[in-house]
């Protein structure tokens, strides 16, 4: 039990997140189900957390009035273009769920009141881009454990190839279309 909350620590403080963490319980032993509902938990936890005192930021000297600024400014960027507020829903979800460095449901929440997006909206969006995120890392990776058999050497290389031809896949792409 310590190892599964020390884990669960290690996915609220950066650098650690979900494409390490998922993956590391799995290969200790945990079911796939329970370290993704983990995750998603402490994601909802987060997004609500920020979602409801969001506005003490605004008090904070020097640094809320540059953040309320930044605000004011995209809502006025949104109102004179509609198109961007429809768009950034659904970037906020890629966002989300895509498991890049600093995308999890905290700064993610951050952004959504910073791109002017409805409190209610971004909590949604931001719960459904975290709860199929886990989902989708947590299934594949005990696919990848099942199909391996507890190797974690294979698990190791399974993943790099994967990661690897999504490299030379987005290469290629770019390269292409120049």
Not at 65 to 91: Q, Y
Not at 124 to 137: P, T
Not at 139 to 156: E, R, V, W, Y
């Amino acid at each position: 039990m310590v190892q599964f909350l020390t884990l669960l620590a290690a996915y609220i403080i950066p650098p650690a997140g979900k494409e390490s963490v998922i993956p590391c319980a799995i290969i200790l032993g945990y079911e796939w189900w329970m370290i993704a509902s983990a995750v998603f938990i402490i994601d909802c936890a987060s997004a609500c957390f920020i979602t409801m005192n969001f506005h003490h930021i605004a008090k904070i000297p020097w640094f809320g009035e540059i953040f309320m600024k930044c605000t004011e400014s995209m809502k006025r960027i949104s109102a004179t273009n509609p198109w961007i507020s429809r768009l950034s829903i659904f970037g906020l979800f890629l966002f989300i769920f895509f498991p890049l460095q600093g995308s999890g449901a905290i700064n993610g929440t951050i952004l959504s009141r910073l791109m002017g997006i409805n409190p209610r909206t971004a909590f949604f969006c931001i719960i459904a881009g975290s709860g199929l995120s886990a989902l989708a890392i947590a299934s594949g990776i005990a696919l990848i454990d099942k199909f391996t058999g507890h190797n974690l050497i294979a698990i190791i290389t399974i993943l790099l190839l994967i990661i690897g031809a999504a490299i030379i896949f987005c290469l290629y792409k770019t390269r292409g279309s120049q």
